[in-house]
T-cell receptor, first 111, second 117 residues
């Protein structure tokens, strides 16, 4: 049973516009959430995270929003750049180091 | 970049043969992990280690064993490889300060692409 779901396998966005990547989870014990970015032939790299005590965390062009009642988080990238084209994974943990990852969303930013 | 290397980077082997993948870190991080990445499944945890000789199973541990005799090395062994173990394998490390946080996240190695014929 998939505890962390990314229902959109792919997303295309025009350069300069906003990219919104979504993630849903089912386990109410999750209290820390992360986004990783992955380029082809490389390992995932940490992008941004959020604790369940917050509903928003911002880092430059990247903002993560958490809606605990809906068990939903989203990653906003504004403005989107061609270098943002990658696969994005959301992950969740219940306070431990064991992350549960989603299946990933491939973002393509069109120049 | 975190000092994580994986070897080999690519391997083709035959069904039934043993395979060992190596992860080496220079960061002196306490925790080390092995994941596999497959289309439609994302990243799934195979095994992890929270110290020398201390290991535990992840969600897809069947058919895999691990060993950690030194802080810097974490080995993943497929005792008898099967075609279902064809995958990309990633090693990760984390500081292990006590709780996941923005300053204690997992850092990933470059991956090993394994093909079992």
């Amino acid at each position: 049973d998939q505890q962390v779901k990314q229902n959109s396998p792919s997303l295309s966005v025009q350069e300069g516009r906003i990219s919104i990547l979504n993630c849903d989870y089912t386990n109410s014990m999750f209290d820390y959430f992360l986004w990783y970015k992955k380029y082809p032939a490389e390992g995932p790299t940490f992008l941004i995270s959020i604790s369940s005590i917050k509903d928003k965390n911002e880092d430059g062009r990247f903002t993560v929003f958490l809606n605990k009642s809906a068990k939903h988080l989203s990653l906003h990238i504004v403005p989107s750049q061609p270098g943002d084209s990658a696969v994005y994974f959301c992950a969740a943990t219940s306070g431990t180091y064991k992350y549960i990852f989603g299946t990933g969303t491939r973002l393509k930013v069109l120049a | 970049d975190a000092g994580i290397t994986q070897s080999p980077r690519h391997k083709v082997t035959e069904t039934g043969t043993p395979v060992t993948l190596r992860c080496h870190q220079t960061e002196n991080h306490r925790y080390m992990y092995w994941y596999r990445q497959d289309p439609g499944h994302g990243l799934r945890l195979i095994h992890y280690s929270y110290g020398v000789k201390d290991t535990d199973k992840g969600e897809v541990s069947d058919g895999y064993s691990v060993s950690r005799s030194k802080t810097e090395d974490f080995l993943l062994t497929l005792e008898s490889a099967t075609s279902s173990q064809t995958s990309v394998y990633f090693c990760a490390i984390s500081l292990g300060s006590g709780r996941a946080s923005s300053t204690d996240t997992q850092y990933f190695g470059p991956g090993t692409r394994l093909t079992v014929l």
